[in-house]
């Protein structure tokens, strides 16, 4: 008894000489589940309006940037992965804060329109892009946020964290999956960008996905689209919002993706780039 003790205080020493520490982002066990809401299809670019709690893990980001003379807004999708955390794209995050610049985030939750309803509001105190990110080709795109301020699961919030794994996701038996934004409807008159909508993607074989985009890492990325045929799809201000698919046999929505990139809103016979949450899933937890 003794001696198995030993090693366990022998194995935490090397985890924290490898990582520095323990992991220490943790995972809720009660994810991907709605708060009084069923699992209905309902009625992004050609999606469908969202009803309240009909994904409650989705989270708005409104990025202002003080430039002295002007300010510029960047809004970017995300999703809860715990009380204190969000996951959202790379590209969402600001890369120039060591020019001095003034750069306030805020975080809102719970809302499906952004112009008659205030939501849950955070401030984002800290942003963690992933270190190998490239901005150019978009590989290793995520990030996560850290808020001011946990937010709380239950009735009155009817917030719920998403869930995450590291399984490959064509394994797991997820025949239901949706795209989830406050993005434009239109890319050129930019119109509808604060209503929550909703879109059925499907998930593109990987050659199929090579034929679009020649330099996607299928490893760490993946094909969506919701119609080749064109007129649905994900746009500007989509970015780092969640790809979820229902797991039948949990009954539980997961995360298998985020918003990467992709040509024009819901170009014809174009399929979107997502992050693959699977790739990712150690970094998640190592962050600290």
């Known amino acids: 008894m003794v001696e198995m003790n030993k090693k366990k205080v022998s194995n935490v020493l090397i985890l924290i000489l ?3 520490s323990i992991n220490l982002i943790e995972l809720p066990s009660k994810c991907g589940r709605r708060i009084n809401h069923s699992l209905l299809e309902y009625r992004i670019v050609g999606g469908d309006l969202s009803q309240i709690n009909q994904w409650p893990w989705q989270v708005f980001i409104n990025i202002t940037v003080d430039f002295g003379l002007i ?4 809004n970017c999708g995300g999703s809860i992965v ?3 955390w969000i996951l959202t794209a790379a590209h969402c995050v600001p890369h120039f804060v060591r020019s001095g610049l003034k750069v306030n985030i805020e975080a809102i939750f719970g809302a499906v329109d952004l112009k008659n309803s205030n939501g849950i509001r955070r401030k984002v105190v800290r942003w963690l892009a992933h270190e190998k990110f490239d901005y150019v080709n978009k590989q290793n795109d995520i990030a996560l946020m850290q808020l001011n301020e946990s937010v709380s699961f239950d009735d009155n919030t009817k917030l719920a964290p998403i869930c995450l794994s590291k ?10 999956c949706y795209a989830t934004g406050f993005g434009f409807e239109n890319r050129f008159f930019r119109q509808n960008d604060h209503q929550l909508r909703h ?3 499907l ?3 990987e050659r199929k996905c090579r034929q679009y985009y020649p330099d996607i890492n299928n490893s760490t990325q993946i094909c969506v689209d919701a119609d ?3 007129g649905h799809g994900t746009c500007l201000g989509d970015s780092g919002g969640p790809l979820q698919c229902f797991h039948t046999d949990k ?3 997961y995360q298998i993706g985020l918003i990467s990139y992709g040509e024009p809103c819901a170009l014809p016979e174009t399929p979107d780039v997502f992050t693959k949450i699977e790739y990712f899933y150690d970094w998640i937890l190592q962050q600290q």
Do not use: M, T
Not at 71 to 74: D, E, P, S
Not at 167 to 176: A, E, G, N, V
């Open 71 to 74: 300010a510029k807004q960047i």
């Open 228 to 230: 080749l045929g064109g």
């Open 82 to 84: 715990n009380e204190n």
């Open 251 to 253: 009954n539980r929505w």
């Open 18 to 20: 490898l990582f520095g």
């Open 199 to 201: 879109v059925k993607e």
């Open 167 to 176: 399984l490959d996701h064509s394994k797991l038996r997820i025949p239901i």
């Open 203 to 205: 998930i593109i074989d």
